[in-house]
């Protein structure tokens, strides 16, 4: 609400006064979020893309996930990383025991270790995870 009020003051030509702590205020409010305001990106888009990577009759088999994958770095903040990769595990646990296409069930064991690409500070997250629901491996 705060920042509605500021943008209708400049907007509006309003008697308030938008001076450098405005601005700075502003720009540590955007450095901080910048995660969320990636446009077609987020968690719930990315694992979206993932579900319809999955589906042959959105994208065929053998179709690289990689592009999918890199866009976590930039949409998803590490402290969301943990929820999403839940997420990402109750739909493999779910799409597994749905497909019973072997050629399927291969793509999908593949996007794993994709994760693994990702930055460092990712692929621990990942690993702590992965260790904490031995029955997924």
């Known amino acids: 609400m705060f920042w509605e009020n500021r943008r209708n003051d400049c907007a509006h030509a309003k008697g308030n006064i938008i ?3 405005h601005v ?3 720009w540590l409010f955007l450095q ?3 995660p969320k305001f990636v446009v077609n ?8 893309g993932i579900k319809n990577h999955f589906d042959p009759t959105r994208t065929p088999v053998g179709t690289t996930i990689y592009p999918i994958i890199n866009k976590i770095k930039t949409s998803i903040d590490i402290v969301d990383y943990k929820e999403f990769l839940q997420k990402l595990m ?3 646990k779910d799409y597994d025991s749905k497909h019973y296409s ?3 069930n291969d793509n ?3 996007m794993w270790p ?18 904490s629901d031995p029955s997924f491996c």
């Open 19 to 21: 001076s450098y702590p």
């Open 24 to 26: 700075e205020s502003f």
């Open 32 to 34: 901080s979020n910048f």
């Open 41 to 48: 990106g987020g968690r719930e888009f990315i694992l979206q």
């Open 90 to 92: 109750d739909f493999s």
């Open 102 to 104: 072997l050629n399927m």
């Open 108 to 110: 999908l064991a593949n």
């Open 114 to 131: 994709s994760l693994f690409q990702l930055p460092e500070v990712y692929c621990d997250v990942l690993v702590d995870i992965l260790i």
